[in-house]
């Protein structure tokens, strides 16, 4: 692999982060520097550390790095559960996004595994 961007979980991560960008825009305006603001950065986290882990070029910084990608989709999962239940999302907005962020974690895990398994070899 040359480059991250040949990565699926990181393509998929970077089409999610736009669709989170897209579902915030109608969140309430008062919520702009708020939930809104802390969804899109925890959003933009995952592909972010993910090709900043790849681009380490080493194992151990690379696992670390997609570990915190990992932690910043829970994060990101939860603040979308936090504006579902306060209704700035509909519940099949949320439901459909829920079910992807739930892939990609599932995806890092197994990527993680991987990586981890190659350095032992």
Known sequence: MKT?????VWQKSMDLSVEIYHLTNSFPKSEEYGLSSQVRRSSVSIPSNIAEGYG?????????????????????QTQLEIAYRVNYLIKDDFDNIDARFTELAKMLS????????????
Do not use: M, P, W
């Open 4 to 8: 991250f961007r040949e990565l699926l």
């Open 56 to 76: 380490r070029n080493h194992t151990k910084d690379f696992v670390r790095f997609l570990q915190i990608a990992q932690g910043s989709a829970y994060e990101c």
């Open 110 to 121: 197994s990527l993680i595994r991987k990586v981890k398994e190659s350095a032992t070899r």
